[in-house]
């Protein structure tokens, strides 16, 4: 996910994105607790996702 792509959307499709990036965060966790998680870099993946996200709603904001 590039960040170039986030800025061309609105606060509601981000709001939507961020839902579920995070529901996907929290399931990845799960999974690594649960010793099923093959590829661990996809959190590091997702919670840069998260971030960018973040970041594309503030610029928004202002």
Request: net charge positive.
């Amino acid at each position: 996910m590039k960040y170039s792509d986030l800025a061309e959307k609105n606060s509601a499709e981000l709001q939507a994105m961020l839902k579920e990036k995070k529901t996907e965060l929290f399931t990845l966790k799960i999974k690594q607790k649960m010793m099923q998680l093959q590829n661990t870099s996809e959190l590091k993946t997702a919670k840069k996702d998260i971030a960018k996200i973040n970041t594309a709603m503030t610029a928004v904001a202002n």
